[in-house]
């Protein structure tokens, strides 16, 4: 049984504990030297750790450590550009690991994966547009298997277990209040772009079923969720019939979300739900990010720098 989690480490301390093994890497630092880069994880957050000049049969035998494996490592706690890292010591695996042991490691979205899908596809049955219906009811029930696990990204945002599930359920649950208060938007359309916006997230990346992401897929590198997910759209409206106008909307609802050039989007939105959908989506990944932060934190002190978050470090109030 564990002992320790990554949110109660401490600068200056050391640690001894199992570990999930998130990503790992040996690469060459500028002094030519190879080093053992590492994010560790378990159900409360995530730390990264290094191990300094290792070679030979050491490299050869971390180099056998691969993501969704539990580790065991010894370590001091050291601070790196104003966040907690792991100087490692010793480190060993354990490949295999039973469900209930698992159960310490994976940070999971904070419901049911099986009763946030029924919510997403709750709410997909009461779009009256029958065309938008269909999509999204269509590309929810071939994902399904899938969406009960996957995260919403590799890191940042909504990185864990059934955490795509956990962000679009949020963002409907905006987008039905944001209805109410803008009257003139169409709810059908600005619901439908809520449930279809990420779901090529589960081809850009490879999710193992605990939901940690290993790398990014061909596709996922080379075009990206947004251009994906129009293929996607334009693959499924020839299937049922969809009228253009419908899917080029829909279609430009997922290139624009991430709004920037620099982000991926080509264009910025044209119509008001697809303006909507933006702010949702960024509004959802950045309170993630405030919440996820401040877990932890005594009331009347501040975190630690958050990268996400421009490298501010927040403030937990006391009231």
């Not at 690991?97 to 009461?126: H, N, S, T």
């Not at 990010?289 to 978050?309: A, K």
Request: net charge negative; proline share 4%.
């Amino acid at each position: 049984m564990k002992q320790t989690y990554v949110k109660d480490l401490f600068v200056g301390g050391d640690v001894t504990d199992w570990f999930l093994v998130k990503r790992c890497e040996i690469k060459t630092g500028a002094n030519g030297k190879q080093y053992f880069d590492i994010l560790l994880a378990d159900k409360t957050g995530d730390i990264s750790g290094k191990k300094w000049d290792v070679e030979g049969a050491e490299a050869t035998l971390l180099s056998k450590i691969k993501p969704g494996e539990l580790v065991k490592v010894k370590a001091q706690v050291t601070e790196w550009n104003g966040q907690a890292q792991l100087r490692l010591g010793r480190i060993r695996q354990q490949k295999s690991v039973d469900a209930l042991q698992m159960a310490e490691f994976i940070k999971a979205a904070p419901e049911p994966p099986e009763a946030m899908f029924a919510y997403l596809r709750g709410k997909a049955e009461g779009i009256g547009d029958p065309g938008y219906r269909e999509v999204c009811l269509k590309l929810l029930d071939r994902n399904k298997e899938r969406l009960l696990y996957y995260p919403a990204a590799k890191a940042n945002h909504h990185a864990i277990f059934a955490g795509l599930l956990w962000h679009v359920k949020r963002m409907l649950m905006m987008a039905e209040r944001c209805c109410e208060v803008y009257a003139f938007l169409n709810k059908d359309l600005l619901m439908a772009g809520v449930i279809v916006h990420d779901i090529e997230k589960l081809n850009e990346m490879e999710a193992d079923e605990t939901g940690v992401v290993s790398e990014y897929t061909l596709e996922g590198q080379m075009l990206g969720h947004l251009v994906m997910g129009v293929r996607t759209i334009d693959r499924l409206a020839a299937e049922i019939g969809l009228p253009r106008e419908k899917a080029v909307l829909l279609e430009h609802m997922m290139i624009s979300h991430h709004y920037e050039p620099d982000f991926g989007s080509p264009k910025r939105p044209l119509f008001p739900e697809a303006e909507a959908l933006h702010y949702m989506d960024m509004l959802d990944s950045k309170l993630y990010d405030f919440e996820d932060s401040l877990l932890g934190v005594t009331p009347g002190t501040f975190s630690d720098w958050v990268r996400t978050l421009d490298g501010r470090k927040l403030y937990k109030a006391t009231t």
